[in-house]
């Protein structure tokens, strides 16, 4: 199940792998103990949709702008192999992110990003928890990542662990982590 209430997004497994193959999960709006839960999805998105292009405006957003940074044309159409994995509040796009894979058992998890208004509220952490179901219901057994250095601690608190020296990407200092998923 993934519900918001009270700020918080919470996920259940079970209910993800249930639901996988609908490439899908969705919430309608749900009375729950008193508290209002709001429509709420976490989906794999169709490249180049129009869920695909709000996905895109957010990295945007998020991830190149502060850095004076636009994304190459030439990049994104590698996207076309990955999985894209949003969350959605209604039609909006709050969080995101990207596997690619690396080989038969390993995929790479990128372009993690919140919405600003909803960082630390538990939805970054959600859409981590959807995307190692996705990566496992694919037969992946490893995740790795480049972490910004300044989000280190995010994936430290999911498992991941420092696998690599400090190295720059996008002009930032960057650490290589990795967690076994099987
Ligand atoms: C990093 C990011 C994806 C995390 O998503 P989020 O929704 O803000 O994170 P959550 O609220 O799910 O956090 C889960 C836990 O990690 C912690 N956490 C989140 N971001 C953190 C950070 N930058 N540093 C240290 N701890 C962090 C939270 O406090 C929370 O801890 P708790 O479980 O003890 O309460 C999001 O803040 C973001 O988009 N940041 C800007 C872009 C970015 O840096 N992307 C990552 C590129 S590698």
Redesign the pocket.
Known sequence: MVYWRKNK?FVEKKMINRQIDMKTLIFNRLQFKNDLICAMALKIIDYNSEQYQQMVALRTE??RKPLGLVYDPADLVKEKDDILIGAFDDDRIL?C?ILTKVDSNTCKL???????S???????????NFAENVARDAGYTKMV????K?????????GYAVNTGEFIEVNLP?LGMIKSIF
């Open positions: 997004v998020v991830l969080g992110c990128r372009q993690m990003a919140v919405h600003p909803m960082q630390r509220n538990g939805l970054g952490a959600s859409i981590m990542l480049h972490a910004r300044t989000a280190s601690k995010f994936y430290e608190k999911l960057h």
